[in-house]
């Protein structure tokens, strides 16, 4: 392990330490967090590689054992996920029908981008709801690899790489979906530059991310079961996260999720059938979900908007 330690890659304070260290489950070596005194990010090093997203990764043979992207892309609608598809429609729809635009056409279609889509099953969803606020639905995808390929050449879907979506011209979107990629990114100042420039003034970036900063987090600290240092390399609370926002241009829109939430609870009790029959019947009650939010943090994580004005950078 190096000696010096970096600058924050989420706000550039030199203010960092190590916090601490811990042996990979996958790959049998040891990392190491450092932490940003400042606004508390955290990043992990030395990154694996982006090799290890392979696709024995995606069928849950990898460091994330609660990942299945084989199910999504085969049958989405008895997915989880489908809990968290909806939910982010959801409030998409709302921001977008809340939006006072008198310019827009109502018959322009929602520009949307899932950066990250992964098996696809967020693009399949939005494809078969069709529209969003009374307005038509128009879909793009990034992300690379065998489900990108094949979300492209058998589904029909517009799939875009990293050069691509690069290419892609300012402002062309109005709903950017990021969920659950920015901690696999080494650098995440870059991919949210590109995101702020590639929305619309007044669009919506729709974020998901594991919070640190809440009461199990805390409680846990390097234990906490998103500290997966093999692929979970940037480390986000509501802070930390707020002043990336800033650094690129957004700023930031507080959310309140409920079958996102729901997804997050299920996913983690895919190999605990009794415990997750009882957390369906038990997140059906508002006093349970409620709770539930506020020790996993999920609503606390802010998404953003991009001002029709020019936010001043922290």
């Not at 080494?186 to 809440?214: F, Y």
């Amino acid at each position: 392990m190096s000696n010096s330690v970096p600058a924050c890659r989420c706000c550039g304070s030199a203010n960092t330490a190590i916090r601490g260290r811990k042996s990979g489950t996958f790959i049998r070596r040891e990392f190491e967090f450092q932490q940003c005194e400042d606004c508390g990010f955290m990043s992990v090093e030395p990154f694996s590689g982006f090799g290890i997203y392979d696709d024995a990764y995606y069928r849950g043979k990898g460091p994330d054992p609660f990942v299945d992207y084989e199910a999504e892309y085969r049958d989405w609608e008895q997915s989880d996920r489908r809990h968290e598809f909806t939910d982010l429609a959801r409030i998409a729809e709302r921001f977008l029908t809340g939006l006072a635009q008198p310019s827009v056409n109502p018959s322009a279609p929602v520009e949307w981008l899932d950066f990250g889509c992964g098996a696809g099953g967020f693009l399949k969803f939005l494809r078969k709801r069709g529209t969003l606020a009374e307005r038509p639905l128009a879909i793009t995808g990034h992300d690379v690899g065998s489900y990108a390929t094949l979300l492209k050449s058998a589904d029909g879907f517009r799939i875009l790489d990293l050069d691509a979506v690069t290419a892609e011209p300012t402002g062309r979107y109005d709903v950017i979906s990021m969920i659950e990629v920015i901690e696999h990114l080494p650098s995440p100042l870059e991919p949210m530059q590109l995101v702020a420039r590639l929305l619309k003034p007044g669009g919506l970036l729709l974020l998901t991310t594991g919070n640190l900063d809440s009461p199990i987090a805390r409680r846990d600290g390097l234990d906490f079961r998103y500290c997966v240092p093999e692929i979970h390399v940037s480390l986000f609370n509501p802070r930390c996260l707020s002043a990336l926002y800033r650094r690129v241009g957004l700023a930031s829109h507080a959310v309140h999720y409920q079958g996102a939430l729901r997804f997050k609870i299920l996913k983690n009790l895919r190999y605990r059938p009794v415990a997750r029959a009882i957390a369906q019947v038990a997140l059906i009650l508002p006093g349970v979900r409620q709770t539930a939010d506020s020790l996993y943090g999920v609503s606390a994580m802010p998404c953003a908007i991009k001002p029709t004005t020019a936010v001043a950078a922290s």
